[in-house]
């Protein structure tokens, strides 16, 4: 390895840790400037009452103690990052188990639904362009308008309809809880269909530039067919900006995996994030979006390894 290339790789890896670390501490200076004190908030949760309660001394210093209330802010965010660092995100209040733990459990669910939309949409992105570009106006016309309004789509509007068609009304696909392929379709189609519009409108615009290139002149008129010239030298050019998109598509879709968990009633970490938000458990919380920061970064630093894979050329650069 080139001593430029050792020092863009430094810089990656540095890159990547100034944004953890930017999440992370972020994530603690806001737990710390929730309003009202946290030990009581705390108590108030254990003991199961809706109302704030005001705790005397005696009642918070436990708590203080046991979770490190009554240390100096710093103290706290240092030990919080240096935590981080370990692996360790720290300890649900109302769970009384490890952060890591509790994710463990259920990211299972929320990877496959993640992994599986993010590859259907690049399927039909894929689809849609190769039939529809440059293949006259009407259906090039056709093949953007579905791109733009698919693009624009709520995904959780676009859930429902879909939950109430095919597992309500047609009774095809199950209607709520399923963990099976069968109970993976709607999910992944539902985050699918708006990511495969969203990355389609980039790749198109490069799609029908290369088709304009030298190259591919030169490769019709050798007699290569039109279908092999799209496929096999043009997609190679077209997908690089859709490359670059699904790093950041995929800490997109583990967000909107939330909002699909909660609508087709799945296991995962979406219905965690709800359930930790709504009791105010803040370890849980920070936790959750810690570690969709780091999958963010890894996602990105893949998209790097990918680009040399697709373009040969930047392995030189």
Do not use: C
């Amino acid at each position: 390895m080139s001593a430029v290339k050792a020092k863009r790789a430094l810089l990656r890896i540095l890159g990547a840790l100034l944004v953890i670390w930017a999440v992370a501490t972020i994530t603690f200076f806001v737990e710390a400037g929730l309003s009202g004190n946290r030990a009581e908030a705390l108590l108030n949760q254990m003991a199961g009452t809706t109302r704030s309660v005001e705790r005397t001394p005696a009642e918070l210093a436990p708590i203080n103690r046991e979770y490190g209330f009554d240390k100096p802010l710093m103290t706290q965010y240092v030990e919080y990052i240096g935590g981080i660092a370990r692996g360790d995100f720290g300890r649900s209040y109302l769970q009384h188990q490890s952060v890591l733990t509790i994710i463990s459990r259920q990211v299972g669910p929320t990877i496959a639904l993640t992994v599986s939309a993010l590859v259907l949409a690049w399927l039909i992105m894929l689809t849609r362009i190769v039939v529809t570009a440059r293949r006259g106006r009407f259906l090039t016309g056709f093949g953007s308008g579905v791109e733009i309004v698919s693009a624009g789509l709520p995904t959780y509007w676009l859930g429902v309809i879909l939950l109430v068609i095919f597992a309500i009304d047609l009774q095809i696909f199950p209607v709520q809880g399923e963990t099976s392929l069968v109970g993976l379709v709607l999910p992944a189609i539902t985050l699918a269909i708006p990511l495969s519009g969203f990355l389609g409108q980039v790749t198109r615009d490069e799609f029908e530039k290369v088709l304009e290139q030298p190259f591919v002149v030169s490769a019709r008129t050798r007699g290569m067919g039109d279908l092999a010239v799209r496929l096999r030298h043009v997609l190679r050019h077209a997908v690089l900006p859709a490359i670059t998109l699904s790093g950041w598509a995929l800490g997109a879709l583990i967000s909107g995996a939330v909002l699909v968990e909660a609508v087709f009633a799945r296991p995962g970490v979406g219905n965690i994030i709800v359930s930790a938000a709504q009791s105010r458990d803040v370890p849980l919380v920070s936790g959750i979006v810690v570690l969709v920061a780091i999958v963010y970064v890894i996602a990105n630093l893949l998209v790097d390894i990918a680009y040399t894979v697709v373009d040969p050329r930047l392995r030189s650069t």
